[in-house]
Nanobody, 120 residues
Framework: EARLEESGGGLVQPGGSLRLSCTASGFPFNQYTMSWVRQAPEKGLEWLSTFDSLGRTTYSDSVQGRFTISRDDAKSTLFLQLNALKTEDTAMYYC??????????????RGRGTQVTVSS
């Protein structure tokens, strides 16, 4: 069974940093494009970043320059480094299998998420 499990969230002050991890199992991780998405309270899923199987990365305008996606295929793990956090970054963060559009769809494989709260 394919599974994703996120970790690394927490409470951080504005301007702070966090590093999120997502461990995959049950499928050939290195063959898949992977993405990060988030969901703020009472809002829909928002795509943040994608790292495809060819090594290319893309970011949404809202996180470009502040967040960095990376992956370790040997460990089947996806990462998201969050820097210069803002209160509006408060959300549940999910990793997802697939491209940007698919990652926010109801059919995408996602984990249970990890909560990021940015507050002073």
């Amino acid at each position: 069974e394919a599974r994703l499990e996120e970790s690394g969230g927490g409470l951080v002050q504005p301007g702070g940093s966090l590093r999120l991890s997502c461990t995959a199992s049950g499928f050939p991780f290195n063959q898949y494009t992977m993405s990060w998405v988030r969901q703020a309270p009472e809002k829909g899923l928002e795509w943040l970043s994608t790292f495809d199987s060819l090594g290319r990365t893309t970011y949404s305008d809202s996180v470009q320059g502040r967040f960095t996606i990376s992956r370790d295929d040997a460990k089947s793990t996806l990462f998201l480094q969050l820097n210069a956090l803002k209160t509006e970054d408060t959300a549940m963060y999910y990793c997802a299998r697939g491209t940007s559009d698919y990652a926010v769809s109801k059919n995408a494989l996602r984990g249970r998420g990890t909560q990021v709260t940015v507050s002073s």
